[in-house]
């Protein structure tokens, strides 16, 4: 940076040794610096997203970095993935929904994003189609991190399918 204070790779690097120490401030300053000089830098708009949302608790500016980054990568699952969870917690339901959809489409059977679109899905009123989502989540042989939830999930959908089951479990 001292030769070139305005490399945007050697900003998101900077932004990205900040956040690991704590430092989030400083941290999405330096992604927006990044941005400002690369503003096709897709992977920084990408973390601000996440940050703005998840630690500067603005999803309002979370969902702007998430609908740019989008706008420059649309056919990048992994893009549609991180800007899918970011919607979803933004309260987008539906966008969030049809990004995780097409993500899920273009990466195959991922537990991880097969929960995230089960919630999505099911937060839009698409309940079998959810609850199928999470069984493919839970039928995963791979490492699922969120399998209780999972469980915990699939048993409630039986519960207030079933309103006679429901009350017997009060």
Known sequence: LDQKP??????????????????????????????KENPKAVAAMVRL?????????????????ARNARNLAPDDPDVALAVGRVAFQSGDQRWAQGLLQEASRKQGKDPELLFDLALATYSIGRVRDAELQMQSALASSSNFSRRDAARQFLSLV???SNPGQLMAAA
Not at 49 to 65: G, I
């Open 6 to 35: 305005d490399d945007p790779i050697a900003l998101a690097r900077l932004a990205s040794i900040h956040e690991r120490l704590g430092d989030v401030q400083k941290a999405v300053k330096l992604y927006e610096k990044a941005v």
């Open 49 to 65: 997203s996440q940050l703005y949302l998840e630690r500067m608790k603005n999803p309002q500016e979370a969902l702007r970095h």
């Open 158 to 160: 039986a519960l207030t």
